[in-house]
T-cell receptor, first 111, second 115 residues
Framework: KQEVTQIPAALSVPEGENLVLNCSFT??????LQWFRQDPGKGLTSLLL?????REQTSGRLNASLDKSSGRSTLYIAASQPGDSATYLC??????????FGAGTRLTVKP | DTAVSQTPKYLVTQMGNDKSIKCEQN?????MYWYKQDSKKFLKIMFS???????INETVPNRFSPKSPDKAHLNLHINSLELGDSAVYFC??????????????FGSGTQLSVL
């Protein structure tokens, strides 16, 4: 049974700081892992998608890594900005196209 | 400027009624989806659809039916609502047909409560 855990639940940092969000999953039989951003009252936006055969993906100031064997993924945000403030969710896609989400990390970047 | 929008955000209704949830995407994507979320944040895919192919999860009761008036819309119709239909329903879209590994963009969800 797949469980997805995200640590920390909330994080507050000053502007400009680099930060790491963590995601762990219990079953390594995943098809891919996605990191999403959710702003209050809005939908989920996919930030990065890592296929199970890949180790990392980069987009701008974001870098996501995947270690499938240990059941871990990290999202690294460089030079954080107040506009990065949001809830970040990781989700694993299972082989039947179902998805399991973590509870999210609520990030606040203070000016 | 919301990419994937669904309405209503909350829907409370009586058992036995028929209801619809609307979904629209302005991303120009070819494929749209409906997911049902359980209390543990587990999303189960219900349908994936583009203008060529509808893929139905075989576990979905036939009381649920997707209706797509055009490429940017995929509405979810539910007939004879049951208590067990209470859940959060998410619409999503992607560039290509619903094969594994697609980058998905989700709506904010519709919380359905059947009384």
């Amino acid at each position: 049974k797949q469980e997805v855990t995200q640590i920390p639940a909330a994080l507050s940092v000053p502007e400009g700081e680099n930060l790491v969000l963590n995601c762990s999953f219990t079953d390594s039989a995943i098809y891919n892992l996605q990191w999403f951003r959710q702003d209050p009252g809005k939908g989920l936006t996919s930030l990065l998608l890592i296929q199970s055969s890949q180790r990392e993906q980069t987009s701008g100031r974001l870098n996501a890594s995947l270690d499938k064997s240990s059941g871990r993924s990290t999202l690294y945000i460089a030079a954080s900005q107040p506009g990065d403030s949001a809830t970040y969710l990781c989700a694993v896609t299972l082989n039947n196209n179902d998805m399991r989400f973590g509870a999210g990390t609520r990030l606040t970047v203070k000016p | 400027d919301t990419a994937v929008s669904q309405t209503p955000k909350y829907l409370v209704t009586q058992m036995g009624n028929d209801k619809s949830i609307k979904c629209e995407q302005n991303l120009g994507h070819d494929t749209m989806y409906w997911y049902k979320q359980d209390s543990k944040k587990f999303l189960k895919i219900m349908f994936s659809y583009n203008n060529k192919e509808l893929i139905i999860n075989e576990t979905v009761p036939n009381r649920f039916s997707p209706k797509s008036p055009d490429k940017a819309h995929l509405n979810l119709h539910i007939n004879s609502l049951e208590l067990g239909d209470s859940a959060v329903y998410f619409c999503a879209s992607s560039q290509e047909l619903g094969r594994l590994g697609e980058k998905l963009f989700f709506g904010s969800g519709t919380q359905l409560s059947v009384l």
